[in-house]
């Protein structure tokens, strides 16, 4: 079995170098927040298998050629003939901000089902599952895909981590409050941004009474350039972003959570995980793309070095 499994949607990704409606150059790579944080993971040296649907078409091919590369296992993964697969257009605007564009309603990616959930579980339990609120947005397969894994995970004994991953485009907070929250009792670790614990918690209640009273045992709340928090019921722990020169934010949550769960699997304590997941984000936000620049386990030392450093 595998250290982390992961399912949901990856897409093409376009990356535009500035306004598209004055068209010039994009380039091609691939996005997708659960196939993002598998990424991370295998870089970090952990294995990772991310389940999803794929179109029978070269972007297809592009999106499995590279979790491949990156040492990712994508052997429960499902070709869909008739669907295409999904399209993502990253657009930089001002200075850290990014305009995305979905052509995904249709996709292969959104054909997931329980049937591939129930696949990826082939070879025993994970130690860890991860899943997030982009899948379940996707559709009734998706969401049953994730149901499924999340109950299954649970039987066998996996750590089940849930990312909100709230995206306005796909669905309103409302929609998906009353898809996710049925979801906590099997929840062991929950990230999510500050501004989107609204998806769990009540206004005016308090987020972690009622996260740690609905049955999570971990909380980690991020606040991109403000550092990050992590939770359990009787330790807080806080942490400093790490301050790099931000390039591209995108992907940086993925980055986050591949480094707080390495340092999970590792044994690590909450101050230690927190400090993985500062980091990996760190080199995230430092460089173009969702996950480009994630570093490799040797790597996850160089933002220590003395800023100027060459490495030879
Ligand atoms: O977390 C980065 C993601 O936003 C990106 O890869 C695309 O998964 C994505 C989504 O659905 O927005």
Partial sequence: SVDVLTLGEAMAAFRA???????????LSIAGAEANVAIGLARLGHS?????????????????RTLRAEGVDVSACTV???????????????????????????????????????????GGAPRVLHVTGITPALGDGPLAAVTRAVAQAKAG????????????????????????????????????????????????????TTLFGA????????????????????????????????????????????????????????IGRLDRAVTTGAFAVAARGDWEGLPTRAELGLLDAVPGTTIR
């Fill in 80 to 122: 869909a003939p008739e669907a295409p697969t999904g399209l993502i257009i990253f657009e930089p605007r001002v200075a850290d901000l990014t305009r995305v564009t979905y052509y995904r309603s249709g996709s292969a990616g959104s054909r997931l089902s329980a049937a591939e959930a129930v696949a990826a579980f082939e």
């Fill in 215 to 270: 049955g999570v045992g971990e909380v980690v709340v991020k606040r991109g350039g403000d550092g990050a928090s992590a939770h359990t019921p009787n330790l807080t722990v806080d942490r400093p972003a790490r301050r790099v020169p931000v390039v591209d934010t995108v992907g940086a949550g993925d980055a986050f959570v591949a480094g707080y769960l390495s340092g999970l699997l590792d044994g690590l304590d909450l």
């Fill in 48 to 64: 990772a298998r991310w389940v999803g649907v794929t179109g029978a078409d070269e972007l297809g091919a592009l999106v499995l």
């Fill in 157 to 208: 004994g996996a750590t089940v981590c849930l990312d909100v991953n709230h995206r306005a485009r796909l669905w309103s907070v409302e929609r998906a409050a009353a898809t996710l929250r049925p979801l906590l009792p099997s929840v062991d670790l929950v990230v999510a941004s500050e501004d989107e614990l609204p998806v769990l918690v009540d206004a005016g209640a308090d987020p972690l």
């Fill in 17 to 27: 170098g500035g306004p598209l409606r004055l068209g010039g150059q994009l380039s």
